[in-house]
């Protein structure tokens, strides 16, 4: 836990502590930012949601996301591998 810096980011009205290293600090309000935008969208389109049930589809927006992209990494790299297994086969 060398090198981490106090920091607090705001997510619907309310500040969480956090320690960040020096690259996660440099990406800390640009987060912040994303999820106030998407908190904001949220009740744009859905009038009567609460701020909580706005957490929770940021939540699993991102889990999904996240999710997809580990799927597009797995296959990028079995591709890569088959590749180079097609070429060592020559």
């Known amino acids: 836990m060398d090198n981490l810096t106090k920091s607090k980011i705001a997510v619907g009205g309310k500040e969480f502590p956090l ?7 440099k990406s800390a309000k640009t987060i912040e930012n994303e999820i106030a935008n998407k908190i904001k969208t ?3 389109h859905y009038a009567n949601m609460s701020l909580q049930d706005c957490l929770a589809m940021i939540c699993i927006e991102q889990a999904f996301t996240i999710q997809n992209n580990k799927l597009h990494s797995e296959n990028a790299v079995v591709d890569i591998l088959d590749t180079v297994e097609n070429e ?3």
């Open 88 to 90: 060592l086969a020559k």
């Open 42 to 44: 949220f009740q744009q």
């Open 19 to 25: 320690r960040l290293n020096k690259e996660e600090l």
